[in-house]
Nanobody
Framework: QVQLVESGGGLVQAGGSLRLSCAAS????????MAWFRQAPGKEREFVAR????????YYSDSVKGRFTISTDTTKNTMYLQMSSLKPEDTAVYYC????????????WGQGTQVTVSS
């Protein structure tokens, strides 16, 4: 049973930063593509960022490119999303995802972590 556990969400002022973490209960995340998605109130879940396997190439949605950075630490089996220059429109529940390709999600999801950006 794959489990993904997100942490690091919270309330931050516009222009601030947060780092989200996603701990994965797999033998090693180095063999998996992983991604972050988010869902704002009243909106559909949308792709935010992806890191591929095994090349560890990164891809971002246009709305976060240049502000967010996705990374992994294979020694900790953990994926991160460093978010900077946060805007109120970044307010959403952020979900960790294992597998998938491009903007398409894989089978496994975390429970989500709330990020709220105040203006």
């Amino acid at each position: 049973q794959v489990q993904l556990v997100e942490s690091g969400g919270g309330l931050v002022q516009a222009g601030g930063s947060l780092r989200l973490s996603c701990a994965a209960s797999v033998r090693t995340i180095s063999g998996y593509a992983m991604a972050w998605f988010r869902q704002a109130p009243g909106k559909e879940r949308e792709f935010v960022a992806r890191i591929t396997a095994p090349a560890r190439s990164t891809y971002y949605s246009d709305s976060v490119k240049g502000r967010f950075t996705i990374s992994t630490d294979t020694t900790k089996n953990t994926m991160y999303l460093q978010m900077s220059s946060l805007k109120p429109e970044d307010t959403a529940v952020y979900y960790c995802n294992l597998g998938g390709a491009g903007v398409i999600a894989g089978k496994y999801w975390g429970q989500g972590t709330q990020v709220t950006v105040s203006s």
